[in-house]
């Protein structure tokens, strides 16, 4: 089975990995990720009772700008979290796993149409 592939504007092979999860437990809901993708794959919405934050999610230590500010505009981490709204919008381009301090997303390449 052959998966997508393209070419960068270099010229090189380059394969999409697009999102397929996203761990809601783990998330904090900052944002990032709503804000980097070019596309509309993600939405904040309000933490469920079953969606309790892992134990490792410490918010002391999310602020990587170091002024416990709330960075990215939206509103009380603890009861907001991310979810994928359109995964089929996705391009591939892992830029919301390179921003996300959580590692909350998982990604995989998509078998190329026949």
Not at 18 to 39: A, E, S, T
Not at 67 to 91: N, P, Q, R, W
């Amino acid at each position: 089975m052959d998966t997508i592939t393209g070419l960068t504007r270099g010229g090189v092979a380059w394969t999409p990995a697009f999102v397929v999860d996203l761990n809601q437990k783990k998330c904090i809901g900052c944002g990032r990720c709503f804000k980097v993708c070019p596309r509309d794959v993600f939405e904040l919405i309000e933490r469920d009772e079953d969606m309790a934050l892992d134990d490792d999610a410490d918010f002391d230590d999310d602020d990587i700008y170091g002024d416990d500010e709330d960075d990215d505009g939206f509103s009380d981490e603890a009861t907001m979290v991310m979810a994928l709204k359109d995964v089929m919008d996705c391009i591939g381009c892992e830029a919301c796993s390179r921003v996300c301090p959580k590692s909350c997303m998982s990604h995989a390449p998509a078998a190329a149409a026949a």
